[in-house]
């Protein structure tokens, strides 16, 4: 069982950055690829960014690439996500997601466990 809790969201000016975190429990989390995942008023949820346990697997959504940029700290059991030039639509709740047999990183549904999400909200 791996436990997830994000933060370090808030409200930023456009064109700001913000780092947000997501502490995981269970020994098991350096095995689990990690993703964020982002969900804004009236839309479905979407990826944003994943990485492989080693961290030798990046990948990004193309409306984030070059924006943010994901890590993760195994010992520390914890996952970042640098948001860099934030735009008004970066605005949505992000949440954390870990899997042990993730194929497809952008696919959502593969995830077995999720946090409950930290605000960011860009304003201008």
């Known amino acids: 069982q791996v436990q997830l809790v994000e933060s370090g969201g808030g409200l930023v000016q456009a064109g700001g950055s913000l780092r947000i975190s997501c502490a995981a429990s269970?020994?098991?989390?350096?095995?689990?690829?990690m993703g964020w995942f982002r969900q804004a008023p009236g839309k479905e949820r979407e990826f944003v960014a994943a990485?492989?346990?080693?961290?030798?697997?990046?990948y990004y959504a193309d409306s984030v690439k070059g924006r943010f940029t994901i890590s993760r700290d195994n010992a520390k059991l914890t996952v970042y996500l640098q948001m860099n030039s934030l735009k008004l639509e970066d605005t949505a709740v992000y949440y954390c997601?870990?899997?042990?047999?993730?194929?497809?990183?952008?696919?959502?549904?593969?995830?077995?466990?999720w946090g409950q999400g930290t605000q960011v909200t860009v304003s201008s």
């Open positions: 269970g020994r098991t989390f350096s095995t689990y690829v």
């Open positions: 997601a870990a899997g042990p047999s993730v194929l497809t990183p952008l696919r959502a549904y593969e995830y077995d466990y």
């Open positions: 990485i492989s346990w080693s961290g030798n697997r990046i």
